[in-house]
């Protein structure tokens, strides 16, 4: 188990060290707060070289409540979406989770 206490899942945490020693590539990531701990986990992913699948139906976040003067209320399907189109195209987005095949390392 990982237990992370921090955004990103990588940091003060054995992940790395991990997933290297299982030999794993292909990271798919899921969670919840799309736009701070799944992008920091994704994000950090990138940078140490692994592979990242992001499936649109498994990742969350809450309504990002309006701001006067500023914005009306940002619906958590659309802040989703933008941390996912954030990531750029080194990430693979699919839509379900369910289509993300994992095979054996």
């Known amino acids: ?9 990588f940091e003060e945490t054995g992940l790395e060290e991990l997933l290297r020693e299982a030999g794993v590539a292909d990271l798919a990531i ?3 707060m799309s736009e701070m701990c799944v ?3 994704a994000r950090t992913a990138l940078e140490l070289g692994f592979r990242v699948v992001l499936p649109h139906d498994a990742h969350a976040t809450y309504d990002i409540p309006a701001a006067e003067g500023i ?4 619906p958590a399907a659309v802040a ?3 941390a996912e189109w ?3 195209d080194e990430v ?3 839509a379900r989770a ?8």
Not at 1 to 9: A, F, Q, S
Not at 71 to 74: K, Q, Y
Request: charged letters at 30%; a positive charge.
């Open 71 to 74: 914005s009306d209320l940002v």
């Open 98 to 105: 369910r289509d993300v095949r994992f095979t054996k390392p």
């Open 80 to 82: 989703s979406r933008v």
């Open 1 to 9: 188990m990982v237990r992370k206490t921090v955004d990103d899942g």
């Open 92 to 94: 693979e987005i699919v």
């Open 86 to 88: 954030a990531l750029g």
């Open 30 to 32: 899921c969670g919840v």
């Open 39 to 41: 992008s920091a986990t």
